[in-house]
């Protein structure tokens, strides 16, 4: 059974850095891609950032020069590190993995981001 764990949340100055983690276990088929999505109070969930089987990144503009998207594929773990953080970050983050088959998501983990 596939599991994910977010880690690395917390609560951070406006200008800080984060670095979230999210650990897979269990088997997957095939990744197609991995990718972070985050929800705030009272808005949709939407994503932060991708990264496909063949390593291409994608970022919406909201977070584009400051958060990175990777993986070691080695730890079966994908990061994002998240730079410059603002207010509106502020947000529950999930990892999100899809397999060709079936989407796959973490529990979640906050960031809190004060000005």
């Known amino acids: 059974q596939v599991q994910l764990v977010e880690s690395g949340g917390g609560l951070v100055q406006a200008g800080g850095s984060l670095r979230l983690s999210c650990v897979a276990s269990?088997?997957?088929?095939?990744?197609?891609?991995m990718a972070w999505y985050r929800q705030a109070p009272g808005k949709q969930r939407e994503l932060v950032a991708i990264?496909?089987?063949?390593?291409?990144?994608t970022y919406p503009d909201s977070v584009k020069g400051r958060f990175t998207i990777s993986r070691d594929n080695a730890k079966n773990t994908m990061y994002l590190q998240m730079n410059s953080l603002k207010p509106e970050d502020t947000a529950d983050y999930y990892c999100?993995?899809?397999?060709?088959?079936?989407?796959?998501w973490g529990q979640g983990t906050q960031v809190t981001v004060f000005s």
């Open positions: 999100n993995v899809y397999d060709y088959y079936k989407a796959y």
């Open positions: 990264i496909t089987s063949s390593g291409r990144t």
């Open positions: 269990g088997t997957f088929s095939s990744v197609a891609y």
